[in-house]
């Protein structure tokens, strides 16, 4: 039987034709998004391809997850094509493939680092609270998940993370998805917020960052019993800081100088150069090559999980389009605006405090207020809050895992640790939304 082990161990072939097919799913991508005239579809192809590949890699969840959406996607095309509709297959192929290759892009950013090297003592106190968490909030924006191992192996003292060093590290994490755009929220919002602009949502998007990470340092959980009451940081340096900084400023060129490519490929294509460009500085064009290529080989099967949900996602997503198209679906206000989009982000947060990815309540809120021609900007916000709130209450998202997995930290534990905090966030967010909606005169 294909299920008999969880994360079944792939041959050395199929895991090399899977990376492979990364590998082409990035470039066919960035091409497409280059307005090269090549078309989506190949690259939907390649992610496919690679998708079937890596099946066996994936644990019995990851499988069941991805049939249901998959089912549920297939259910709504068959209804649509019932009531006389004709869906746009083409979406089977592309709808999420531009995200896939920017996810795998920006995956080469961990070759970079941040200067987790650094053997200094740890530093403490409320000081050390705060540089940690803006590290994380800044460098976790650039190198994703990567910045929750890094630190977190540094804090552990004896192997052990306490649950307060954990919600100092997950919290701030998570919100770098209100502006990041090297985040997958970002490259989801883009995707299904149509007509946003990557410069208007990262700015919307980031002034509410930074107050929630301030909210959320001071809501953690108080140190339990014989833990020391000061908290122990993570040694970060200034230097460092040129990755974040080279990122933003060749992204921000790539908009003023190529306007005719996405924002997706912009974001793509500037991860691919600075990680190029810097391994072989550090290393040379020999061992630097060496290393992309191995990075290619080990980390991009690795993104087993996150290729089927976003195929599987981009199937829902081309079925609940057509299903929509249909009329029949039903939606309980006439217009889209700052009040209509807090009742939604609190159903969006809701759902995913029962363990609903937000890419799910994404797709379905997508497909279900398009017809009221929503504010592009408006409905990104909306998206990236559910993200960067709602995960935090999710004891299925990745990072509570990743602490349980390697830290012993229970997930259910750690999203219900942060209840507060993210009612408080949701608040606040609810304010921000009426705010930007002011600021774009929307009545």
């Not at 590949?53 to 549920?72: E, M, N, T, V």
């Amino acid at each position: 039987m294909p299920h008999s082990q969880p994360h079944q161990v792939l041959s050395r072939p199929r895991s090399a034709l899977a990376a492979w097919l990364m590998m082409g799913l990035v470039l066919l991508s960035l091409a497409y998004g280059a307005r090269t005239g090549l078309p989506a579809w190949p690259a939907g192809l390649a992610a496919w391809g690679a998708g079937i590949a890596l099946w066996p890699r994936l644990d019995h969840k990851q499988h069941r997850f991805a049939i249901i959406l998959s089912g549920l996607g297939a259910v709504a095309l068959a209804v649509a094509l019932w009531r006389g509709q004709s869906p746009s297959w083409s979406g089977l192929l592309t709808k999420n493939t531009p995200l896939l290759g920017m996810l795998a892009a920006v995956s080469f950013l961990q070759l970079v680092g941040m200067g987790d090297g650094d053997d200094r003592p740890l530093p403490r106190g409320r000081r050390a609270l705060w540089q940690t968490m803006a590290g994380v909030h800044v460098f976790g924006a650039v190198i994703n998940m990567s910045v929750i191992f890094i630190v977190a192996e540094r804090l552990a003292q004896a192997g052990r993370l306490s649950p307060r060093q954990a919600a100092a590290i997950a919290r701030p994490f998570m919100l770098a998805a209100l502006w990041s755009p090297f985040f997958g929220a970002m490259a989801v919002a883009l995707t299904y917020a149509p007509h946003a602009r990557l410069a208007d949502v990262a700015l919307a998007g980031a002034p509410l960052a930074a107050v929630l990470v301030w909210v959320a340092g001071r809501t953690l959980p108080p140190a339990a019993a014989g833990e020391d009451p000061d908290f122990v940081g993570f040694p970060m340096r200034l230097s460092a800081l040129w990755l974040p900084l080279a990122l933003t400023g060749i992204v921000s060129a790539g908009h003023f100088l190529l306007p005719a490519w996405s924002s997706l490929a912009i974001i793509s294509g500037a991860a691919l150069a600075i990680s190029v460009a810097a391994v072989f500085v550090r290393s040379g064009a020999g061992d630097g090559l060496e290393r992309i290529i191995d990075h290619a080989h080990r980390r991009l099967p690795a993104m087993s999980g996150e290729l089927m949900l976003f195929l599987a996602a981009g199937v829902l997503a081309t079925g609940l389009q057509a299903l929509m198209q249909t009329d029949s679906g039903w939606l309980p206000f006439e217009r889209f605006g700052p009040l209509q989009a807090a009742l939604v982000l609190g159903l969006m947060i809701a759902l995913s405090a029962i363990g609903v990815h937000a890419v799910v309540t994404i797709v379905i809120a997508s497909a279900w207020l398009a017809p009221l021609a929503p504010d592009p900007l408006l409905l990104a916000l909306m998206f990236l809050m559910s993200w960067g709130i709602g995960l935090a209450l999710n004891p299925m998202a990745g990072v509570h895992l990743s602490l349980q997995g390697r830290f012993a930290l229970p997930a259910l534990g750690l999203a219900r640790a942060n209840l507060r905090y993210c009612l408080v966030a949701y608040a606040l967010a609810v304010v921000w939304l009426f705010g930007v909606a002011l600021v774009r005169g929307m009545p």
